[in-house]
Structures are given as C-alpha cells and as structure tokens.
C-alpha cells in the first residue's frame, strides 16, 4: 500500500520575520527623498525672502545718476556704498552672469549638476546607517567624503570647469565693480541696518547653509557626526 503524499507546510513564523527588513529597506528611499524636499523647500523660501529684498532696478540704471569718479579713492567709495545698497541686485547679475556661461557651455553645466548630485545622494541625504556599495566594494562615510573631496579638486581645478568659473566670476565683478564706480551712490537712502550689512546677500548665504544644514539632520545624524 502505498503512502499518503506529504505536503510542504510553510513556516508563518520565518514570513513574519522576513517583512521588518523589507519595510526598513523600502522605507529609507522615501527618507531620502524627504531631506532633499525639505532641503529644495528651504532653499527657495531663503531665495524668495532675499529676492523680495532687492531694489528697484529702474534706480540700478538711472542715466541721471551716473557720473566719471574723479579719484581712485572716489571710485572704492562709490562701489563700497553702492554694494551696500543694491547687494541683492549684484548678486543676482551675478547669477545671471553665471547662468549664462553655464547654459553657452552645457557639457560643463553638466559635470557640476552630476557633481552637486553625487554629494547630495551619495553624501549629504545618504542615512549614516546604510553604506555606500559600488561594484560590491562598501565605502565607509569617511572613504566617501574622501573620494568626493579628490573628485571635485580634479573638476574644478584640473579641468575646464575651473577657468570657465573663475573667468565668469572675474567678468560678473567686473560688471559690478564698473557699475559701482560710475553710479553716483548720495541720492541712495542707507539707513544704520543696511549699512552695517542688513538683509541681503549674506542673509540668503547664510539662510541658505542653514537650510543645508537642517535637512542634512532631518531624519538622521548630523553629517559632521560621520567623519
């Protein structure tokens, strides 16, 4: 006679086990992800805030008030002044300056946005937790921020990349510096807060590092904790 065939009884208690690691690994990705919203979030709210600071730019080109220094001395005083009261318009001529050289040159805008991107994803937003594993190899956070740190010294200065910035920044301050000199700064109102270096171009730096700063920590240590 011949035996009842037995059949193959799953294990509950191993299922049940298994599905914590798939929740803890498909749960990081939408972290990850978070930290960068928070982080473009907080950027454009800091580029907004200093944006709604700047001046009129019918006073920035105002042909009554433009006029040859007649001293060296003049011309540091005009541009030291002028700063102070049109730094959000400087700062976005600048902008504008860079964007573009970046745009007449896409392969170089290309290798600074893989750039920003590989410190953002391999770096900044990564959790301390999960390591980076390339071709089966695991890098520690301090073997990453390693080869990072070489990767952008050979972009930026062995390279194109760094003469192209370097030129395009020496042609924005040129602009700056040209426009400063020549526009006559004693019908701008300066009042004690903008003089002393008020809202502006270092508030939107600095709101900027601290945005950095905040969504880097969100949902995970502090980058600095790594190294």
């Known amino acids: 006679m011949a035996s009842p065939a037995v059949l ?15 929740t803890t690994t498909s749960s990081s990705s939408p972290s990850k992800y978070l930290k960068v919203r ?25 042909r009554t008030a433009f006029s040859r ?18 730094r959000v318009n400087y700062l976005t001529l600048l902008a504008l300056v860079l964007a573009v ?55 930026i200065f062995l390279t194109s990349v760094g003469s192209l910035l370097i030129t ?4 924005g301050m040129g602009i700056v510096c040209a ?14 807060q903008e003089t002393s270096g008020g809202p502006g171009l270092f508030s939107f730096i600095g709101g900027a590092a601290s945005s950095a700063a905040a969504a880097a920590a969100a949902g995970g240590p502090n980058m600095m904790s790594r190294v």
């Not at 294990?11 to 798939?22: A, H, K, L």
């Not at 937790?129 to 080869?147: A, H, N």
């Open 38 to 62: 928070t982080f473009l979030t907080r950027l454009l709210g800091n580029t907004r805030q200093a944006l709604s600071n700047r001046r009129p730019w019918i006073e920035l080109v105002d």
């Open 101 to 155: 050289s970046l745009l007449s040159h896409p392969f170089t805008l290309v290798i600074l946005l893989s750039l920003l991107a590989a410190w953002l994803f391999f770096y900044s937003f990564r959790p301390s937790d999960q390591p980076l594993v390339i071709m089966g190899r695991t890098f520690s956070d301090f073997e990453t921020l390693i080869c990072l740190i070489t990767v952008t010294v050979i972009v």
């Open 168 to 171: 395009t920044g020496m042609v």
């Open 69 to 86: 220094p007649e001293s060296l001395t003049e011309a540091a005083s005009r541009v030291r002044k002028n700063f102070s009261y049109f």
């Open 179 to 192: 426009h400063g000199s020549f526009r006559i700064p004693e019908d701008l109102f300066l009042d004690e």
């Open 8 to 22: 193959p009884i799953s294990n509950p208690q191993s299922t049940g086990e298994s599905q914590p690691s798939t």
